[in-house]
């Protein structure tokens, strides 16, 4: 099991509308709640649909604002049930940890369980830790090692900030939220809606029933090309997970690189012609 380390009693976080920050000496000059009752408002419209639409907006707009600056990233994703003494969390600290070690932020869903092995093994290492969090009946919280955290109310604008500002997903065992995500980064990948992004199933025992579901029902049936069995890696080895990551990261940023000086290169062209 991991050596419990508590976050510095220092690192004091703090609300920032639906953004959890660790506390700054900067103080912001009024809150949310004090700009909005200086004024007086009929609330008769807060659950007509036009509202929502502002409301989903919002999210959309909070977590772009929040998240633009941040590094490359790497979304992890697992199960919210795993407790510290699993051996899935002493995996889940250590992906957080070694991407951390190679210059990635790590991205999880901020709750607990293997989003909270995630987050600590990006925190403990030095690394930034963000949480994505999501109202549920059963209400998670954030976990104490996210350092840049945001509260959702909707899924699909949560699932738009890992799509969005990920440049790999790791997926750590879990259940049918973890199955959702994997599917729809799968999903998104095999239909060129995004870049291919590598994508790791952490536990060959684990995920290998389903990889053999994958493999001899649905290629065997025609559902999907067996080249899509090659949009994720399926490994027990955190050093291989990370290195896959590093290495197709490479490639993808060699040949957005190339794609920029080409278009460069045809744009120059074109002004020649018109000339």
């Known amino acids: 099991m991991a050596p419990r380390i508590t976050p510095d009693e220092r690192a004091k976080r703090m609300l920032r509308g639906p953004v959890l920050l660790r506390q700054t000496d900067t103080q912001q000059e009024s809150t949310y ?12 419209w807060l ?17 772009f604002d929040a998240l633009a600056g941040i590094p490359p990233a790497v979304t992890v994703f697992g199960s919210a049930r795993i407790k510290e003494d699993h051996p899935y969390y002493e995996l889940g600290c250590a992906v957080g940890r070694k991407l951390a070690e190679a210059d990635y932020a790590v991205i999880t869903g901020g709750g607990p369980g293997l989003m909270e092995a995630g987050n ?19 209400e998670q919280g954030m976990n104490d090692y996210v350092d840049l955290g945001l509260n959702f109310r909707y899924f699909f604008a949560r699932k738009t900030m890992f799509l969005k500002y990920s440049q ?8 049918m939220g973890t199955l959702d995500e994997l599917f729809e980064v799968l999903c998104m990948v095999q239909t060129g809606k995004v870049t291919h992004f590598p ?16 493999k001899d029902r649905l290629v065997d049936e025609g559902m999907i090309d067996e080249k899509d069995l090659d949009l994720f890696l399926c490994t027990d080895s955190v050093d291989e997970a990370v290195a896959h990551i590093v290495k197709a990261h490479s490639e993808i940023t060699k040949t957005l690189r190339e794609r920029l000086l080409n278009h460069e290169d045809a744009r120059r062209a074109s002004r020649w012609v018109a000339r």
Do not use: K, N
């Open 199 to 214: 994508i790791v199933l952490m536990g060959c025992e684990y995920w290998g029933g389903m990889v053999a579901w994958l």
């Open 47 to 63: 659950h007509a649909d036009p509202w929502r639409v502002l409301r989903i907006q919002s999210e959309f707009v909070t977590g």
């Open 120 to 138: 600590r093994g990006a925190c403990e290492a030095g690394g930034l830790s963000i949480g994505l969090g999501i109202e549920l009946p059963h």
């Open 33 to 44: 709640d004090q700009r909005l009752l200086e004024l007086t408002a009929d609330h008769d």
């Open 168 to 175: 790999a997903f790791v997926c750590l065992p879990g259940g």
